[in-house]
């Protein structure tokens, strides 16, 4: 059972992508995909879209998703091709990495844990970068009204700047902010981070 309300939300949403044959890269992922390189973490993978697209470029690629829907098509379309892709059902408030890598995606997912909780993944993701790695994060800021897929759990509307002082030593590759229409006249305001951590420093910040 899906107990968390805003796994359901999208459980269901990847269904019907699914259904309908939806597969495409959506914006954040196409200017994610020439960042990477190595060993690629996606970390809240959805469908896997980007994942599947980092593996058949030569990447080897641990996926990470909440959803089962989600989940159980990447593990299909990755055996189809038999791609070097692991996918895996966790819950990412909680998982623990035990390995590092050199490019970590994180979009859309850090905003629909709690405050304190996402922002204990982040410093974690950000650990788990090799020296030199690259991180790419994508989360909703202050200024978002839709609110109707968050969890009663709990979500975190990221502050921009605070979240760039997270990245204060890292090289930063690009920064943009995006807005986007919502139902019932609301937005969703979204910052996409790209950084490079320092070659020399293994420290997170």
């Known amino acids: ?8 939300f999208f459980d269901l949403q990847f269904q ?13 992922e196409c200017a994610a995909l020439p960042h990477l390189k190595g060993r ?3 970390y809240g993978c959805g469908l896997g879209h980007l994942s599947l697209e980092a593996a ?13 829907a989600a989940v159980a098509y990447l593990r299909d379309a990755a055996a189809r091709e038999s791609l070097a892709l692991q996918a895996f059902e966790a819950d990412l408030r909680t998982f623990e990495l035990t390995e590092d890598f050199d490019s970590i ?52 509307l990221f502050e921009p700047e605070a979240l ?13 902010r995006d807005e986007f229409a919502a139902p ?12 490079r951590k320092p070659a020399h420093d293994a420290g997170d910040a």
Not at 1 to 8: G, H, L, P
Not at 164 to 176: N, Q, T, V
Not at 184 to 195: D, H, L
């Open 1 to 8: 059972m899906i107990e968390n309300a805003s796994v359901r």
């Open 16 to 28: 019907r992508q699914v259904a309908a044959g939806e597969h495409a890269l959506n914006p954040f």
């Open 40 to 42: 690629v973490l996606d």
């Open 56 to 68: 058949r470029r030569g990447h080897s690629v641990l996926a990470l998703d909440a959803s089962p």
């Open 105 to 156: 995606v994180c979009i859309g997912l850090l905003m629909f844990f709690d405050c304190p909780t996402a922002q204990a993944q982040l410093r974690a993701l950000q650990a788990r970068v090799r020296p030199g790695g690259v991180l790419v994060l994508n989360v909703l800021t202050q200024g978002t009204t839709y609110m109707e897929m968050f969890s009663p759990q709990g979500h975190c």
């Open 164 to 176: 760039r002082d997270c990245f204060r030593s890292w090289e930063l590759l690009d920064w943009r």
């Open 184 to 195: 019932s006249s609301t937005v969703k305001v979204f910052v996409t981070i790209m950084a």
